[in-house]
């Protein structure tokens, strides 16, 4: 899964212009010219998907699946560490595994797991690649080049 996500922008006055994300309803912020609100964008996204990590919505995804970006609208990019975790929260839904049985196959302590699970705990990327890996994935940066403000 790419973690790049569509972002609408609205101008609503002289000094703001608002950002949302159809897919993510309840990540929202705003800047006073476009490139200060893409800046926030990365931010808002960054703490909705951290969000979703720790409190998974009752229904649903819990990290959804990015829809296809139209014309109006602005590629906005999850920052790496968190799109790893992410990744990894979903390979380990995906695999049926508990976290006590990844830990297992992965030779650590559960709690090793419940860290590399934590958007606010730092996790080396090569410790999230190696439990993707058992999850049967591969964890893949590329880099992303976004388009310059209008």
């Known amino acids: 899964m790419r973690f790049v996500y ?3 922008l609205q ?3 002289p000094d ?3 950002v949302s994300f ?17 800046a926030e964008a990365a931010d808002a996204l960054d703490v909705a998907i951290a969000g979703r990590i720790v409190y998974p919505p009752a229904n649903g995804d819990p990290i959804p699946v990015p829809s296809a970006r139209r014309a109006d609208e602005h590629d906005v990019v999850v920052p790496a560490d968190t799109a790893a975790k992410a990744a990894l929260l ?3 839904r995906d695999s049926g595994l508990s976290r006590s049985a990844l830990a297992r196959r992965l030779g650590v302590d559960v709690k090793v797991v419940r860290r590399m699970l934590d958007p606010r705990h730092r996790t080396a990327a090569s410790r999230i690649g ?3 890996h ?5 964890l893949v940066v590329e880099t992303h080049f976004p388009e310059p403000a209008r």
């Open 22 to 38: 159809r897919d993510l309803p309840e990540c929202l912020t705003s800047g006073a010219d476009e490139i200060e609100a893409l």
């Open 90 to 92: 979903l390979a380990l």
């Open 134 to 138: 058992e999850l049967g994935r591969e």
């Open 130 to 132: 190696a439990a993707l």
């Open 6 to 8: 569509p972002a609408r």
């Open 16 to 18: 703001e212009v608002v």
């Open 11 to 13: 101008r609503t006055g």
